[in-house]
């Protein structure tokens, strides 16, 4: 494989085609015109290489795909108008009427809607397993099972797959695999290398990196590609436009540092909380206290920015408290992966009327983000004199 420096820098430009610009451009066009009806002709047969129109294949998307791709160690990968359009599209590709879905248990909640109001209106059928153990996901495969869905972790609690060994199953027993690796990116984890089929991720959020593109990302096999591109990709039409490819062109030249850092400050912000005496439990894969920390090291080259925290509180106005006394520095958002540090308070979920959330009050998700870890470590201390 290519080194990071060389994916970034050069794959997928040629900076001789673009007068020798050293920032990509941006080919803002909606159709692309030819001189000949051979080359016309040429164009229609093959819009997977030729451009032809932007919804198929546009140069400043193709220069994305192709350094994501490399990025992946993939053969290929498409570039999504957003997470969630890539793992509808990867998912659809494969199951028709009377199929069978296997999925983690706590997917990401688009992917659970996906499968419980989406494709169950289609006739397919899914099954949620605590995918933690390989025994209790081969038990719920059945005969119709297509594909197997992973997260690994998930984005609020950690839980880890055995990928090589979810791989093998899946391998054995002639069914696709999916992962989501949102939370790591190749730069932590490589699900390709141990045998996965298909990766989506949320460029949205460490790809692009600057809170203000949404995008998604799918790499896989070649003929996997080519297949989904020339059904799914065209018909459903999820693309992201020519300006924001080349926006997380700009983003990518940096993520390797800004993930990096964001990985350094959550591991210090995790271990100092985890000693604090206001503080009832951290969750971090990246600590040696987290429950699957030998499987995380086998396959995880490192754990990135988020983590999550349960405060020795039990009190919705005491968290309340804390957040708004830190809403400053701790942005209270979805999402992550931009400069600025965030924070997702499971006291939200909460009222007195019902809660919507199995998480308990006290428990926060934390996304570390590029400021200083002094800084932000001050701002916990001070939202930590509330409770
Ligand atoms: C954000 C996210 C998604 C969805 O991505 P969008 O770009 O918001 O559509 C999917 N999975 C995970 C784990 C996410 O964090």
Redesign the pocket.
């Known amino acids: 494989m290519k080194n990071w420096s060389e994916i970034i820098n050069h794959e997928g430009e040629d900076r001789l085609l673009f007068q020798h610009a050293v920032a990509p451009p941006i080919y803002q066009t909606s159709n692309f015109a030819y001189a000949d009806v051979q080359s016309l002709r040429a164009a229609f047969a093959d819009d997977y290489t030729h451009p032809l129109y932007t919804r198929g294949n546009n140069p400043t998307v193709e220069i994305l795909r192709r350094k994501l791709a490399a990025l992946e160690g993939s053969e290929d990968a498409l570039v999504f108008g957003?997470?969630?359009?890539?793992?509808a599209n990867a998912v659809i590709a494969h199951v028709k009427a009377g199929d069978h879905v296997v999925c983690v248990d706590k997917?990401?909640s688009?992917?659970n809607k996906l499968l419980t109001q989406l494709l169950a209106r289609f006739g397919v059928e899914h099954t949620f397993v605590d995918a933690r153990s390989i025994e209790d996901i081969r038990a719920v495969l059945r005969d119709n099972t297509r594909l197997l869905i992973l997260?690994s972790p998930?984005?609020m609690t950690y839980e880890l797959q055995d990928l090589a060994a979810c791989a093998a199953l899946a391998k054995e027993k002639g069914i696709l695999t999916i992962i989501?690796n949102?939370?790591c990116t190749p730069y932590f984890q490589k699900p390709i290398e141990l045998g996965i089929d298909m990766v989506?991720?949320?460029?949205?959020?460490y790809y692009n990196g600057h809170s203000d593109v949404?995008?998604?990302v799918l790499a896989s096999s070649k003929a996997i590609i080519r297949h989904i591109f020339e059904r799914e990709w065209m018909t459903l039409g999820a693309i992201i436009s020519p300006h924001d490819a080349w926006l997380v062109l700009r983003g990518l030249r940096t993520y390797p540092l800004r993930i990096q850092r964001s990985s350094e400050t959550a591991t210090a912000l995790a271990t100092w909380l985890e000693g604090h005496p206001k503080v009832e439990r951290v969750l971090y894969p990246g600590l040696d206290s987290f429950p699957q920390r030998e499987l995380a090291r086998q396959q995880m080259r490192g754990a990135s920015g988020l983590f999550s925290v349960y405060f020795k509180s039990n009190s919705i106005e005491q968290m309340e408290r804390f957040c708004n006394a830190i809403a400053d520095t701790f942005l209270m958002a979805?999402?992550?992966g931009g400069y600025e540090s965030l924070m997702m308070p499971a006291c939200v979920w909460h009222s007195p009327n019902g809660n919507t959330t199995t998480l308990p009050v006290n428990f926060v998700r934390f996304y570390a983000g590029l400021e200083e870890a002094d800084y932000l470590k001050a701002a916990l201390e001070r939202g930590m004199g509330e409770l």
């Open positions: 957003s997470g969630a359009a890539a793992m997917p990401y688009w992917t997260e998930n984005t989501d949102s939370y989506v991720y949320s460029g949205t959020k949404v995008v998604g979805v999402s992550w």
